[in-house]
């Protein structure tokens, strides 16, 4: 009880939870049995980048033309995934139906990609249809791969277990549920080695959590200690040289190229091993937060040439095009784009696909660069955030007119209310590229 009254007073209001809205006017489960599909526009996956594709193309090529392959009943704004483990959020706030979100004149099959023939055209599906194409975009998102640390799932599974995570609608409202329970004794908080989606997250969490047991008095008998498999604590050296100063006052233990390996719930301990002498160390916990190793989709390495020796679709880096197949294009976390995977970086590639896109339609050359952008909103405590944006070369690319790597409750309360607007309200609907148009009237030269 006390934590929830702690969050109540650092927060002016929980996050507002969507009203139901009706499922899409015209939407398709997938035909029963082996029955064929031909479309325009093929786009796999519709979460936040298949989604806002499919709805700049929808109404522009017709109704029928763009097929939305995706087997999801609803669909989540993740970021917000950080507050509700906090306690600031309700899952529910982060939620709506898969078909009230899908543009109407788009086709939804409700069904999952299995293989692809990229040099016939076509995607088959786990109930046995085949899709032909002309134009095909994988945006299929990212792998969370629980099982590669041993006794994790079982943990989480766990009530009181003292282990959570942030990173999945199933377990996220456990988090702050553990976070009650602690009393006293080490706080973990992992990252792994692999690419993950959204950073920073798993420092957010940490920053979160050492703030909310500041407010309930319970500080004073936590160590909090943060492991990451990583060489780094933040892939931008302008954020990161901040972050580790955040990090140190608040009292939280950083050390890198340690990969959480194993969890015993029973034993309370967390196993690690170290990425470059690969000797094992343990550490015991009374709370443990786990970001999972994560890689690509299964189903795209299963295709020779369509993905990179790691897995991931195989693209050019500014033009977003498959490297070998012109009538591919892929974005978002599951491209082999050398960024940081994040929401903000799907809005900052959303404009550049769909150009070029457009243009291959055409036949004509594809003109539109994407330079890497990223962003990464990293919570620091209730009411505090330092927005990091970055593009290829890890170098600053910021939105507003003032320093943004100091913590700032104008950006909390962005990252809280306003950027979950946009995302359903605009995002979703192919109204937004991100913010450089913005950035071009606050901060022209960034």
């Known amino acids: 009880m006390m934590l929830r009254t702690a969050v109540r007073k650092s927060s002016s209001q929980l996050c507002a939870v969507p009203k139901p809205i009706q499922e899409c006017r015209y939407q398709s489960h997938s035909p029963v049995g082996n029955q064929n599909q031909s479309c325009q526009l093929l786009i796999v996956g519709g979460g936040s980048a298949g989604c806002s594709l499919a709805a700049k193309f929808a109404s522009k090529l017709g109704r029928g033309k763009v097929v939305i392959l995706d087997p999801a009943d609803v669909h989540y704004y993740q970021p917000l995934f950080t507050l509700v483990g906090g306690g600031v959020c309700s899952l529910e706030s982060t939620v709506k139906p898969m078909g009230s979100v899908l543009p109407k004149d788009a086709l939804w099959i409700k069904d ?41 799932l079982k943990a989480l599974e766990t009530p009181g277990s003292g282990v959570a995570t942030n990173y999945s609608p199933k377990y996220v ?9 602690f009393s006293k004794g080490n706080a ?14 798993p420092q957010k969490a940490a920053y979160l959590s050492e703030h909310l047991l500041r407010k309930a008095g319970k500080r004073k008998d936590a160590n909090f200690l943060y ?14 040289k901040v972050l580790f100063k955040v990090a140190e006052k608040r009292g939280i233990d950083v050390a890198l190229k340690e990969d959480l390996v194993k969890v ?65 294009f892929s974005f978002g976390d599951c491209s082999s784009l050398p960024t940081s995977k994040t929401g903000a970086a799907i809005a900052g590639q959303l ?9 291959a339609l055409s036949g004509k050359p594809l003109e539109s660069k994407y330079n890497g952008y990223t962003s990464c909103p990293l919570v620091t405590g209730y009411g505090s955030l330092i927005l990091a944006e970055f593009d290829y070369d890890k170098k600053p690319v910021e939105t507003l007119p003032f320093d943004q790597r ?23 609907k192919g109204m937004w590229d991100g913010p450089g148009i913005i950035r071009r009237i606050t901060n022209p030269f960034s």
């Open 406 to 428: 100091k913590e700032s409750r104008i950006n909390y309360e962005l990252k809280k209310h306003v950027m979950p607007a946009i995302y359903w309200n605009l995002m979703l």
């Open 351 to 359: 404009g550049i696909i769909a150009r070029n896109l457009s243009n």
């Open 112 to 152: 999952e990609a299995v293989s692809f023939s990229p040099t016939e055209n076509v995607v088959r599906t786990k109930n046995g249809s085949s899709i032909k194409y002309d134009m095909l975009v994988l945006s299929l998102g990212l792998q969370l791969n629980f099982d590669k640390v041993e006794g994790l």
């Open 227 to 240: 492991r990451t498999g990583a060489a780094v604590y933040f892939p931008s050296p302008h954020y990161e």
């Open 173 to 181: 409202s456990k988090t702050f549920k553990e976070l009650e329970l």
């Open 264 to 328: 015993d719930h029973l034993n309370k301990t967390a196993t690690f091993v170290n990425m470059d002498s690969k000797k094992q160390s343990t550490l015991e916990f009374s709370f443990l937060h786990v970001t999972p190793p994560q890689g690509p989709p299964s189903v795209l390495a299963q295709t020779k040439d369509l993905a990179d020796a790691a897995g991931w679709v195989n693209v050019n880096k500014e033009t977003l095009q498959h490297v070998k197949f012109s009538n591919i």
């Open 188 to 201: 973990v908080f992992t990252c792994p080695s692999t690419p993950i989606k959204c950073g920073g997250a």
